[in-house]
């Protein structure tokens, strides 16, 4: 199969501080899952962990969109993970769950990276 979707963003953590200085918790609780919010506890400067996140949901957002039909997909509807071998990915729920079967997509590739405050993700979807 082809490639159906490509997505590339980056987000500077000083983004993630000043959303979060702004509105705290309640945007912790709009843009990321459950599981999201607590991985980032784990990490000493979490701004940058949560920026490579919203990088990577943005980029799945362009890789769904093509036509302008992802117009219903949410920040809860895409969720990064780690993979066993310790890469990331993500899972896809609700409105991109439905996105990407509209789209005939069953696979999905995520990079991540981040340097000099910055956060960048890509998104490949076949």
């Given at each position: 199969m082809g490639v159906l979707g490509v997505g590339i963003d980056l987000v500077p953590a000083s983004r993630v501080d000043e959303l979060l200085s702004r509105h705290g918790e309640r945007a912790l609780h709009r843009l990321f899952t459950e599981s999201e919010r607590k991985r980032a506890a784990e990490y000493a400067h979490p701004s940058l962990h949560l920026a490579a996140r919203i990088a990577a949901k943005e980029a799945a957002y362009k890789a769904l969109s093509g036509d302008g039909r992802a117009n219903g997909v949410g920040w809860q509807d895409l969720e990064v993970h780690r993979l066993a071998d310790g890469r990331p990915g993500l899972v896809f729920h609700g409105a991109a769950k439905r996105r990407m079967a509209e789209l005939g997509a069953t696979r999905c590739?995520?990079?991540?990276?981040?340097?000099?405050?910055?956060?960048?993700?890509?998104v490949i979807l076949e």
């Open positions: 590739h995520l990079s991540l990276t981040h340097a000099g405050g910055v956060a960048a993700a890509v």
